[in-house]
Structure formats: C-alpha cells, structure tokens
C-alpha cells in the first residue's frame, strides 16, 4: 500500500509561484513514476508533469518553461515549483504513483487558486 499526501496549494496572484509537495509512504520502488495531474471545474484531469526516480521528466506543453517537477528519492517526496501562474492554471492539483505490475495510487489532492 502506498499513501500520497500533498501540501502546498493555495491562492496567489497571477504570476507568482507556488511550491507543492508531495509526501510518499509505503511501499516505493524504483520503478516507480511519480507525477502531477490537476483537474479544473468541468474539465477531466490532466497531466502536469512526471518523473522518473532517475530523474527522467516529461510535462504537459502549457507548463513547460513555467513549472519544475523534482524528485527525492531517498525522502519519497516529489515536488512540484510552478511560477508565472496564471488563472487557468486554477485546479485542484493530485499527486499519482505507478509502477509496473502494482495498482495507480492517487492522493486527496490540493487546490491552487490563480486570481486574475
């Protein structure tokens, strides 16, 4: 069993910056991708941004050159830096782990709030 548990949301202006974290217990491999995904009102949720455990990234175009994906392996913990926010942006923002032959586990996920 694995158990997500992000922090760092909140609200700020547009163009400024924001860090979540997200903190992993259980059972961590190295195979395993951990990752952002976020979900706006109405939308179906979408990917942010994932790593690999070593350091492998991949991210959504809309973020790219605005928000950094980092990973501690040896803490579990992934964090996500985003700057130059802007209002759509605004979205309730989960944590994923996958991993070969094991089930996706997701955490309860943190809003991020981006006034124009």
């Known amino acids: 069993q694995v158990r997500l548990v992000e922090s760092g949301g909140g609200l700020v202006q547009a163009g400024g910056s924001l860090r979540l974290s997200c903190s992993a217990s259980?059972?961590?491999?190295?195979?395993?991708?951990m990752g952002w995904y976020r979900q706006a009102p109405g939308k179906q949720r979408e990917l942010v941004a994932t790593?690999?455990?070593?350091?492998?990234?991949n991210y959504a175009e809309v973020v790219k050159g605005r928000f950094t994906i980092s990973r501690d392996s040896a803490k579990n913990t992934v964090n996500l830096q985003m700057n130059s926010l802007k209002p759509e942006d605004t979205a309730v923002y989960y944590c994923?782990?996958?991993?070969?032959?094991?089930?996706?586990?997701w955490g309860q996920g943190t809003q991020v709030t981006v006034s124009s």
């Open positions: 790593i690999t455990s070593g350091g492998s990234t």
């Open positions: 259980g059972s961590i491999f190295s195979t395993d991708v």
């Open positions: 994923k782990l996958v991993g070969p032959w094991r089930p996706t586990y």
